[in-house]
């Protein structure tokens, strides 16, 4: 093995080393970092696994659940799978003012963190009728963008 | 009529990009130099098809044709001419006829330039662009087709969505980002042309570079835009939120640069050939998978994915484009071996190499949490995204050894530095960093890591002045020239080393930028009645009243703000909501009051027209108007290093024959 080849062989495996290392950093940071798209309906059959991981919660404002308290600073509404009677609902509170397009019935993405007393905490409340905010970019097509626009709100920090 | 020519022209161009690819790639492998010309009329017939069919599509928006397809979908007969024009690149079909027209000119403009050259090279590489001009010629005459027939007619369309239509800069961002994009088909083609004739000469090698520089500043310049056009309209108060559209513009960028900074050891060295030219393959194979994942909705579902035939066309496309590079990496790769062992550890080759690692480390980062989602879902079924906490824990430590590199490579010599260069050349910068520090801390900033990020970022700042001043003196004292005379002949006989280290400023002043209006933002939200106000730092914010007013199309409410600030000076802003004809929700714009070192940033979340109340969220983001104020720098810096330099050729070419031998000066070399 001339010294080149050897040099070579030691450079590789560092390179190995540094790359398993930065694969296995990122997989972990992932793993922290994943927000999952429910419904009402599939958070709550995720049970405990529910409690503690950011979720965007996608739903339509149930009918006759909205409530502002008397400051009107603090709203709680319940977001369902479904405007049927009987759909599956969860309780959320928001601390933000919602967008202008809010009010029963409507499409809503609720961003927040769900816990054992059965309350979704909004950090984010988008009015909404897909499943995903983003903005919309160009080249999306009218069909995609009406199904993306909304109106963007602030993380509530 | 405007369908059939529009189809007709596209036809055309798909024949010609064919016939060139098959002539081009068999002519340079079998060294017909006879070939060359057939090749440069196909180049020339791409070209005239591919402009004629946006010109025929610009045509059919402007005189509102809604018998073609595109126009149905995105034109209306109440949207300004401006943006008319503009929605050709609203929308996915206008959008890949763009990307044909600006990569048949590219082609065309690499023929121009590269025909009187000996003509193997530029026949294999003409072939291989021209090869991908059949792929987007294909698309747009199949899957994509814009000029399909609508009947009945409609008397009038949607207009493009409202986001792209409230702002100037739609009108420009796009263009730059798409010439980013496509550009990087040129060195993808002159790196294959290097692969398949197993051989890769330094001539060659400055005409990679040269054509990699034309789209990394393109690029650089969108991504800088559309990080403003996120600022200005979305109102959400930021420019960056690691979206999948926004790291596919991203990913390129960092291979690219990557490139321009391995190709000076390979200049300088002779080794890192293959490496060199994998980042070029790399960077045009990103580029393709940023257009694929933007263009074919496959991240608002892979479910969603299959219903437009462009996603898998495109994946197809993307899967033989990495198939051929990885073919042709391993078997011809091997041809292009090191022809000189690399540096020392201590010096600006192995400066560079860490560089070039930490920018694959980021590239690979950035990948795997914008497509981990997609392989999740794909996979499993489970619907997640990846937050923007991933990219910041991983980018951020990436971006700070960047920019400490951006210090320590200019500082070392190429070859071997001694204990008593490296105290010399560091000892000042690292003062000045520790300074730089020491002040922040005093004036009460507090965050380790925007307090590190400003003190790297007067080391770098410092290494980069005096790298850039260093010949100027040498020549003031030699030659006795006047200052200003000295830097402009020591800059003008090292473009691209002068050129890069204005690039480097801009890019420190994104770094500084980034981190002080990441680190000490201050945010509120308040709603308000006429006459009463709020405070946010030294800004307060009274609300006037609420305003409405109707545009062509669009209505508007908008929330009058008087707003002061502390030194007495008094604005009127106004955020408003638009509503626009055709679109059911409305969109906000954002009022913002730019000022040197902060900005104010107000939107109008909501508002009752009877209660006369508005809703607003309000922002104070310390220097972030520097980060487009960098857009100069980096336009400047990359005119300079890539400007024609025939004339200082031959200069230089007459200097070196009057003095045999000399050794480099410092300022020689890049």
């Given at each position: 093995?001339?010294p ?7 450079a590789?495996?560092a390179l190995l080393?540094a790359?398993a ?9 992932i ?9 009402p ?5 995720q049970g ?5 991981p ?9 009918p006759?659940?909205?409530q ?5 600073t603090?709203l ?8 049927k009677?009987?759909a599956?609902?969860?309780s ?7 967008p202008q397009m809010f009010r029963e019935r409507?499409?809503?993405v ?12 909004s ?5 909404n009728?897909?499943n995903?905010?983003?903005p919309?970019?160009?080249?999306d097509?009218?069909d995609?963008w009406?199904?993306?626009v909304s109106a ?6 | 009529?405007?369908s059939?020519?529009?189809?007709a ?5 798909l024949?010609?990009?064919?016939f060139?690819?098959?002539v081009?790639i ?18 020339t017939?791409?070209?005239i098809c591919?402009v004629?069919a ?6 059919a ?8 397809q ?8 109440a ?10 690149w ?7 006829l ?16 590269h025909?009187?050259?000996p003509?193997?090279?530029p026949?294999?590489?003409?072939g ?11 698309l747009?005459?199949?899957p994509a ?17 409202p ?14 980002l798409?010439?980013?994009y496509v ?8 790196a ?7 051989q890769l000469?330094?001539g060659?090698?400055?005409v990679?570079r040269?054509w990699?520089l034309?789209p990394w500043?393109f690029?650089s310049?969108g991504i800088v835009l559309?990080s403003?056009?996120a600022y ?8 960056w939120?690691?979206?999948?559209v926004?790291?596919?513009?991203f990913?390129?960028w ?8 391995s190709a ?9 050939k ?5 980042l070029?393959l790399?960077?045009?194979l990103?580029?393709i998978?940023g257009?694929f994942m933007t263009r ?10 299959t219903?437009?035939a462009?996603?898998p066309?495109f994946l197809?496309?993307?899967g033989v484009?990495?198939a051929?590079?990885i073919l ?8 292009l071996v090191?022809e000189?062992?690399?540096g020392s550890?201590v ?5 560079i ?15 795997l949490g ?6 999740r879902?794909?996979?499993s079924g489970?619907?997640i995204?990846?937050g923007?906490?991933y ?18 490579g200019?500082s070392?010599p190429w070859?071997?530095a001694?204990p ?8 000042i ?5 520790v ?7 005093a004036a009460?900033l ?8 400003f003190g ?5 700042a410092?290494?980069t002045?005096?790298e ?6 040498v ?7 006047p200052?200003?005379?000295?830097v402009?002949r ?7 080393r002068?050129?890069?280290y ?5 890019v ?12 000490y ?15 946010l730092g030294?800004y307060?914010?009274?609300l006037s009243?609420l305003?409405?007013?109707?545009d062509?199309?669009?209505?508007w409410t ?5 707003v002061t600030?502390g030194s007495?000076?008094?604005h009127?802003l106004a955020p408003?909501?638009n509503?626009y ?5 409305p969109?906000?714009s954002?009022a ?10 107000l939107t109008?979340?909501?508002?009752d ?11 104070i ?11 100069p720098?980096f336009v400047?810096g ?5 400007w024609p330099e025939?004339?200082?050729a ?7 024959v009057?003095?045999p031998?000399k ?5 020689a070399?890049?």
């Amino acid at each position: 093995m001339t010294p080149t080849t050897r040099n070579r062989l030691f450079a590789l495996a560092a390179l190995l080393v540094a790359g398993a290392g930065l694969a296995y950093v990122s997989f972990g940071n992932i793993g922290q970092n994943l927000v999952f798209y429910w419904t009402p309906g599939e958070m709550l059959a995720q049970g405990s696994k529910a409690y503690g991981p950011t979720i965007r919660l996608g739903g339509v404002v149930q009918p006759g659940s909205l409530q502002w308290d008397s400051a009107h600073t603090h709203l709680a509404f319940r977001v369902a799978d479904s405007d049927k009677a009987g759909a599956p609902s969860v309780s959320v509170v928001s601390r933000e003012t919602p967008p202008q397009m809010f009010r029963e019935r409507i499409g809503v993405v609720v961003e927040g963190t769900f816990d054992k007393s059965q309350t979704f905490t909004s950090s984010r409340l988008m009015v909404n009728h897909s499943n995903e905010y983003r903005p919309p970019k160009p080249g999306d097509g009218p069909d995609k963008w009406k199904t993306t626009v909304s109106a963007p709100t602030a993380e509530a920090r | 009529m405007i369908s059939t020519l529009g189809t007709a022209l596209v036809l055309g161009g798909l024949l010609a990009a064919a016939f060139g690819a098959v002539v081009g790639i068999e002519g340079g492998l079998r060294h017909r130099a006879g070939a060359l010309k057939l090749v440069l009329g196909t180049v020339t017939a791409f070209l005239i098809c591919m402009v004629g069919a946006n010109l025929t599509m610009i045509y059919a928006l402007v005189t509102h044709d809604f018998s073609v397809q595109y126009v149905s979908h995105v034109g209306s007969r109440a949207t300004p001419l401006v943006y008319t024009i503009v929605s050709l690149w609203s929308a996915l079909e206008g959008s890949i006829l763009f990307w044909g027209a600006i990569l048949a000119v590219y082609v065309f403009a690499f023929a121009r330039a590269h025909r009187k050259d000996p003509p193997t090279n530029p026949l294999l590489a003409l072939g291989a662009m021209l090869a991908v001009g059949v792929f987007f010629s294909f698309l747009i005459a199949g899957p994509a087709n814009p000029f399909g027939r609508v009947s009945p007619v409609p008397p009038d369309g949607p207009g493009p969505n409202p986001l792209l239509q409230n702002h100037v800069l739609m009108v420009i961002h796009p263009p730059m980002l798409y010439l980013g994009y496509v550009g990087m088909v040129v060195p993808f083609g002159i790196a294959v042309a290097a692969l398949l004739r197993g051989q890769l000469g330094d001539g060659w090698m400055a005409v990679l570079r040269r054509w990699t520089l034309i789209p990394w500043t393109f690029l650089s310049v969108g991504i800088v835009l559309g990080s403003w056009w996120a600022y200005a309209v979305l109102g959400w108060g930021g420019y960056w939120a690691w979206d999948p559209v926004e790291n596919a513009s991203f990913l390129p960028w960092l291979t690219s640069t990557a490139f321009l900074h391995s190709a000076m050891v390979q200049e300088r060295r002779h080794t890192l050939k293959l490496w060199t030219v994998s980042l070029s393959l790399a960077s045009f194979l990103l580029t393709i998978l940023g257009t694929f994942m933007t263009r074919s909705g496959v991240f608002n579902s892979v479910h969603s994915f299959t219903q437009s035939a462009i996603g898998p066309t495109f994946l197809v496309f993307l899967g033989v484009v990495l198939a051929v590079s990885i073919l042709l990496i391993a078997i011809r790769g091997p041809l292009l071996v090191p022809e000189g062992p690399l540096g020392s550890p201590v010096s600006r080759e192995t400066a560079i190499l860490v560089n070039n690692l930490l920018f694959a480390a980021l590239t690979f980062t950035v990948l795997l949490g914008t497509v981990f989602p997609l392989i999740r879902e794909a996979f499993s079924g489970v619907r997640i995204s990846v937050g923007a906490p991933y990219f910041n824990r991983m980018a951020l430590p990436l971006g700070v050894a960047i920019l400490f590199l951006m210090g320590v490579g200019p500082s070392l010599p190429w070859g071997r530095a001694s204990p008593e260069t490296l105290r010399r050349q560091f000892f000042i910068p690292a003062g000045v960093g520790v300074a730089v520090v020491v002040v922040c801390v005093a004036a009460g900033l507090r965050g380790t890591l925007a307090l590190l990020t400003f003190g790297l970022a007067g080391f770098v700042a410092v290494v980069t002045l005096r790298e850039m001043a260093l010949p100027a003196r040498v020549r003031m004292r030699e030659q006795g020239e006047p200052f200003l005379q000295a830097v402009w002949r020591s800059a003008s006989r090292a473009r691209r080393r002068f050129g890069g280290y204005i690039v480097h400023l801009g890019v420190v002043l994104v770094f500084v930028a980034v981190a002080a209006s990441q680190s000490y933002v201050t945010h509120t939200t308040a709603t308000l009645t006429p006459g009463k106000s709020f405070q946010l730092g030294r800004y307060t914010v009274q609300l006037s009243g609420l305003r409405n007013g109707v545009d062509p199309h669009r209505r508007w409410t908008a929330a009058e703000l008087e707003v002061t600030d502390g030194s007495g000076g008094h604005h009127v802003l106004a955020p408003r909501m638009n509503f626009y004809e055709r679109s059911t929700d409305p969109v906000g714009s954002p009022a913002i009051r730019t000022a040197a070192f902060d900005d104010l940033y107000l939107t109008l979340l909501a508002f009752d027209a009877q209660a006369q109340t508005a809703s607003l969220n309000a922002w104070i983001f310390p220097m972030v108007a520097w980060i487009w104020w960098s857009l100069p720098l980096f336009v400047l810096g990359a005119l300079f290093a890539a400007w024609p330099e025939r004339r200082r050729a031959r200069a230089d070419a007459a200097e070196r024959v009057s003095v045999p031998g000399k050794a480099p000066s410092p300022g020689a070399a890049a």
